[in-house]
């Protein structure tokens, strides 16, 4: 079993930036891949961007792209997710998860990740 928790949420102005973090219970140089998602109100669950475990090779979103950038350092246990220019329409409940069937590929859907954070609250005012 793999614990993770997020932090780093909070209340942001339009444009600002935050950083979330999420720590692993177990050593990330696992093989997982580690992927954020976030869920809006009355909205689906979307992933927002993933890293492989050797931080290789990154997926991002559309509506993210050169604005979020993932990162992890495995000896620290630990996933990052730095956002700038951040949208109102970025206001969600953000989720780490941990993908260990599939190292070297991000999956996208939230299916193929067995680990799940308990959430962090990302709200962006205008």
């Known amino acids: 079993q793999v614990q993770l928790v997020e932090s780093g949420g909070g209340l942001v102005q339009a444009g600002g930036s935050l950083r979330l973090s999420c720590t692993t219970s177990?050593?990330?140089?696992?093989?997982?891949?580690m992927s954020w998602f976030r869920q809006a109100p009355g909205k689906e669950r979307e992933v927002v961007t993933g890293?492989?475990?050797?931080?290789?090779?990154?997926y991002y979103a559309d509506s993210v792209k050169a604005r979020f950038t993932i990162s992890r350092d495995n000896a620290k246990n630990t996933v990052f997710l730095q956002m700038n220019s951040l949208k109102p329409e970025d206001t969600a409940a953000y989720y780490c998860?941990?993908?260990?069937?599939?190292?070297?590929?991000?999956?996208?859907?939230?299916?193929?990740?067995?680990?799940w954070g308990q959430g962090t609250q990302v709200t962006v005012s205008a």
């Open positions: 998860a941990a993908d260990p069937a599939s190292p070297y590929v991000v999956r996208t859907s939230e299916r193929a990740y067995d680990f």
């Open positions: 890293i492989t475990w050797g931080g290789g090779s990154t």
């Open positions: 177990r050593r990330t140089s696992s093989r997982f891949v």
